[in-house]
T-cell receptor, first 113, second 115 residues
Framework: GDSVTQMEGPVTLSEEAFLTINCTYTATGYPSLFWYVQYPGEGLQLLLKATKADDKGSNKGFEATYRKETTSFHLEKGSVQVSDSAVYFCAFSFSGGYNKLIFGAGTRLAVHP | EAGVAQSPRYKIIEKRQSVAFWCNPISGHATLYWYQQILGQGPKLLIQFQNNGVVDDSQLPKDRFSAERLKGVDSTLKIQPAKLEDSAVYLC?????????????FGPGTRLTVT
């Protein structure tokens, strides 16, 4: 069935380290892909998105590229900061559908000084 | 611009009791969503409204859960009677459009504990 598989956490990094959080999806058609982030004590918020194959979403130094051939949307950041500590959720919505989001389980990132 | 408002933020009830959650979406947003997020899992859509009408309630346990959207603005989600497995965070979200790729704006959630 339709699903999202994310890298299990927690991911623990030192400040300025390189971050990758893997995400693969199973869906029919050409879904739109998203990364949402939840900072401590706050609600979910959109980090970045891509709506077609080979598109790259970017925001706040984070990037992810829509790879249709590998059904992946891995999140990367070249140099993480303590303020990036949060839970990151990969998600997709079906093309032609009503924008229902299918989420992965989330990956907790902890960045230490 | 005010965000999505939800209340209460926390609720503790005993099993078989009833509970209701309230959501006020961002002004002008036609689409409203209720998600259930169980600890350690991603959010799962329970019901989606487009203005006053329901467009997806396929994962709503209709024997105990109900939801309505009054005049296409505020919404209420009710559980009656509650079960232990209903312990979760209930998230409300809204978006200006229902087309795929539209950003959803989430409220802070209501954490429900059923004892």
């Amino acid at each position: 069935g339709d699903s999202v598989t994310q890298m299990e956490g927690p991911v623990t990094l030192s400040e300025e380290a390189f971050l990758t959080i893997n995400c693969t999806y199973t869906a029919t058609g050409y879904p739109s892909l998203f990364w949402y982030v939840q900072y401590p004590g706050e609600g979910l918020q959109l980090l970045l998105k891509a709506t077609k194959a080979d598109d790259k979403g970017s925001n706040k130094g984070f990037e992810a590229t829509y790879r249709k051939e590998t059904t992946s949307f891995h999140l990367e950041k070249g140099s993480v900061q303590v303020s990036d500590s949060a839970v990151y959720f990969c998600a997709f919505s079906f093309s032609g559908g009503y924008n229902k989001l299918i989420f992965g389980a989330g990956t907790r990132l902890a960045v230490h000084p | 611009e005010a965000g999505v408002a939800q209340s209460p933020r926390y609720k503790i009830i005993e099993k078989r009791q009833s509970v209701a959650f309230w959501c006020n979406p961002i002004s002008g947003h036609a689409t409203l969503y209720w998600y259930q997020q169980i600890l350690g899992q991603g959010p799962k859509l329970l019901i989606q409204f487009q203005n006053n009408g329901v467009v997806d309630d396929s994962q709503l346990p209709k024997d105990r859960f109900s939801a309505e959207r009054l005049k296409g603005v505020d919404s209420t989600l009710k559980i009656q009677p509650a079960k232990l497995e209903d312990s979760a965070v209930y998230l409300c979200a809204s978006s200006p459009y229902s087309s795929s790729g539209s950003e959803q704006y989430f409220g802070p959630g209501t954490r429900l504990t059923v004892t």
